[in-house]
Each structure stands twice: as C-alpha cells, then as structure tokens.
C-alpha cells in the first residue's frame, strides 16, 4: 500500500520561509514522479513542483518565480519543497502525490496517489 505523509506546514509571516516534506512508501519501482500541489480555497488545484526519482529533473509552476526549490533523498524515499519569499497568496493545502514514470521529466498530470495534506498559512 502507497502512503505519502507531508509535514511543514505551518503559519508564516509575508516574506518567509518554510520547508514541505513528502515521506513516500510502499512502491517498489524506482521510475516515479513526486510533484507538489496546492489548493486554495475557491480555487483549482495546482502544480508547484515535481522531481523525477531517476533523472533528477525538476519542474514548477509558473507562479514560483525562483522563489521554491523541490530536492529529494532517494535513500530516504523523501522529497523536500524548500519554500523562499511566501506571500500571502501562497497559502493553500499542499499535497504531495506519485505516479510511475519512464520518462526522464516529470508532468503535472495522472498521479495515483496523494497525501493527506498540510496547510500552509502566509500572513502577518
């Protein structure tokens, strides 16, 4: 069974950092994609940013700017979004989630699986 457990979330004050951690387990091939999510309330869910568990490469949604970084511990089947320079219209739940992947990218689209969720707050 595929779990995903997410942890980091918190409230931070305009400008600030915080660091997401995704704790994958339970899949057993070594060709996936962990991308972030988030959703806002009264908003469509969005892609901030995946990491391929092979190749390394990465990608983020338009939104980021330079401002989040996604890095991963194979080793420790955990995937990391360090987050810079949050404003308040980052605040959102972030899911983490999975999929297989051969390829050497990673897409924001078709994942299997999801965490729970942790909120992120961005305000003063």
């Known amino acids: 069974q595929v779990q995903l457990v997410e942890s980091g979330g918190g409230l931070v004050q305009p400008g600030g950092s915080l660091r997401l951690s995704c704790a994958a387990s339970?899949?057993?091939?070594?060709?996936?994609?962990i991308g972030w999510f988030r959703q806002a309330p009264g908003k469509e869910r969005e892609g901030v940013s995946c990491?391929?568990?092979?190749?390394?490469?990465?990608d983020y949604g338009g939104f980021v700017k330079g401002r989040f970084t996604i890095f991963r511990d194979n080793s420790k089947n955990t995937v990391w979004l360090q987050m810079n320079s949050l404003n308040p219209e980052d605040t959102a739940v972030y899911y983490c989630?999975?999929?297989?992947?051969?390829?050497?990218?990673?897409?924001?689209?078709?994942?299997?699986?999801w965490g729970q969720g942790t909120q992120v707050t961005v305000s003063s």
């Open positions: 990491i391929n568990s092979r190749y390394g490469n990465t």
């Open positions: 339970g899949f057993s091939r070594d060709d996936y994609v």
């Open positions: 989630a999975l999929r297989p992947y051969l390829g050497s990218g990673c897409p924001f689209y078709a994942y299997n699986y």
